[in-house]
């Protein structure tokens, strides 16, 4: 239970022209004066306050509810399986069966052509992007790079790239968007960029990207397939990932 | 010029969404949503998160506007300010713990598109616990408080218009509203 000070009505109604800025100038300053002085009539102020909200708040929503009804096409009641699903068991599955089949071919086909290496395999077996930092609304620094970085989580690693490496014509040794620069690079491909980039963090020993740098670097030469380069690396820094890697690399 | 008059429009909307102006609340609403959804579809999301996520998003805009914390700086400062919150709200339930467990879950289901995934169960239980915790106490209490203060507090009606519509002195219905607002207090701070 609360244990402010409950308030009359006079004060209510007195409080609420104050909230609701309907009181005279002359009234609204003699009221400030008093509203210095006391500490329990703030509380009162900011108790009334949060109450008039929360009255709001709970009106807002339940209009909300109302408004969505209208909006066609939608389903607003959440036990229902979304349209997205049912739209596709509605339609013609044979279009897609021949589609599939189709592919099937042309894959097998190419496949065949182009067997991928062991190298690629084992790239492709390892590679995982790294899950990026947080991006918060209330990140007001650096705005620029949170904002490349939900590009980055997205799956945008092009825009992300390109946003990065225009703050990168700014500023020269920042082991964060070199790091995070030299994953992009390699998750569209490029492991001879990201190496550029990761071997950048090779100078900044303090860095806590250091040991994920090594493990993306082993990874770019495999893609590179620059096998011992990449054994050296995972030799010298044996860390779990990098000796399982190392382990795979064997085989 | 053009941009000038945009700015002193989007002035008028922060009034308008001051004085909870239905039509223009109920407009905002219904132009801004499509693009949420889109964003919330397009991310592994379903329709019921989109409209929880975007009503979510409605509401903080609402507050914060009304509480002076926001002030548009371009011709479409409103509309941006509400999509960019809705993303960043979607993108932290991604993040979220909670949605990491249903995704580990539903892995372990044999996808059936006929049963409706685990993903899209209600999601009212993770709403905002601040807002939770006011619909719970303003729900507690009986309809005529509920509507007095609603009509007072959010429809900005006078004491005059609403104790004419209750056929009763304006006097007791000042009365009324002060004996909800002590009853709405004593529920907020009872212990859920």
Partial sequence: MSTQPTFSQQELEAIERYLTRSMTSVERSQFEERLAADPSLQAKVREIGLLIETVETVALKTKLDRFHQTIEGTQSKPLHTPEIIKRRNTTSKLPLYALAACLLVIFGVFYFMKMPSSSEKLFAKHFVPDPGLPTTMSTQTNYHFFDAMVNYKRGEYNIAITKWQQQMDDIQENDTLNFYLGVAHLAEGNSEKALDYLKKLETQSQSIFIEDAIYYRALAHIKENELDKARQLLIENPTQRNTDLLQDLKE | ?192
């Fill in chain 2, 1 to 192: 010029m053009g941009e000038r008059i945009q700015i002193q429009e989007q002035f008028a909307l922060v009034e308008a969404i001051k004085n909870n102006n239905e039509f223009v609340l109920n407009r905002l609403y219904q132009e801004n949503f499509r693009k949420v959804e889109l964003f919330i579809l397009k991310n592994n999301g379903t329709m019921p998160y989109a409209k929880d996520i975007y009503q979510e998003a409605f509401i903080t805009v609402w507050k914060n506007i009304r509480n002076d914390r926001f002030t548009p700086e371009n011709e479409t400062a409103i509309q941006g300010y509400l999509y960019q919150i809705a993303k960043n709200k979607w993108l932290d339930y991604l993040r979220s713990g909670h949605y990491k467990k249903t995704v580990a879950l539903q892995s372990l289901h044999s996808a059936s598109q006929e049963e409706a995934p685990p993903e899209i169960q209600p999601r009212e239980d993770q709403a905002e616990p601040v807002l939770r915790n006011a619909l719970d106490s303003f729900n507690a209490m009986g309809t005529s408080c509920k509507q007095l203060l609603i009509q007072f507090y959010f429809e900005k009606k006078s004491m005059r218009e609403i104790a004419d519509s209750l056929k009763i002195d304006e006097a007791s219905a000042r009365n009324k509203k002060y004996r909800c607002m002590q009853k709405l207090r004593s529920l907020v701070h009872t212990p859920k």
